[in-house]
């Protein structure tokens, strides 16, 4: 048995899945507005720099958090990796803070193949390398460059199912991360299901505005009626 055929007890009213299926109607302009209007929240974005592999890629998921960092030793390096692919779950997003580096691929064909089996939906993480083997299985990363430096003796995996800190904001193992052309977005757990809910309204609304715009009314007729710009 694997991760994927476990359930996993959702922490929202609905399930995962269904969590999951209705943030990905959504996109990510309207998640942040949502985050930073009602809540308050000015940093819940990832950095700039993360970008999906193919502008198509969407990924929706509880982020599956790691740490890591450049570092020469060697020793219970493959051990740990393995340690950590067997804890990915159904319905996961790894979500990788790689301390800075930008020299070697932390994400490659093989540990794609791993976390496809476990359920995993998407990565973000800094370097990938086998990048047409990441292709063909269609899974979704968002990346900072491409190398084919490998890992092994280069950086290493410090710890997972922590706390990190990417760019400007902390996530939190089960966090939902949300990502799409723009970038990636951490929704705290504990208000993710209302984000949600409120992300969908913002839709619709947005929908009622660009069908005033498409009728020929003036800008300020738009704002006069509830629309904005």
């Known amino acids: 048995m694997n991760n994927r055929d476990l359930d996993i007890e959702s922490p929202f009213p609905i399930s995962i899945k269904e969590l999951r299926a209705r943030y990905l109607k959504l996109y990510s302009g309207a998640i942040n507005d949502v985050l930073r209007f009602e809540y308050q929240m000015h940093a819940t974005s990832l950095p700039s720099s993360f970008a999906p592999l193919r502008d198509h890629m969407k990924m929706v998921g509880l982020a599956f958090t790691l740490k890591g960092g450049p570092d020469i030793t060697t020793e219970g390096e493959m051990e740990m990796r393995a340690e950590m692919l067997e804890a990915l779950h159904q319905d996961s997003i790894v979500v990788w803070d790689c301390s800075g580096d930008t020299v070697t691929s932390q ?22 390398r086998d990048t047409n083997a990441i292709l063909h299985q269609q899974f979704p990363v968002f990346y900072k460059y491409k190398s084919n430096t490998g890992m092994l003796g280069r950086f290493r995996l410090y710890h997972y199912q922590k706390p990190i800190l990417m760019g400007e904001v902390v996530v939190k193992p089960g966090d939902v991360i949300f990502g799409d052309i723009d970038g990636v977005i951490a929704i705290p757990q504990a208000i993710a299901y209302d984000v949600l809910l409120s992300a969908e309204k913002v839709v619709h609304k947005e929908n009622e505005i660009k069908n005033m715009v498409k009728s020929g009314m003036s800008p300020t007729d738009v704002v006069k009626n509830g629309g904005y710009f």
């Open 107 to 128: 994400w490659g064909e093989v540990m794609t193949m791993a976390a496809l089996r476990a359920g995993c939906c998407g990565a973000v993480v800094n370097g990938i």
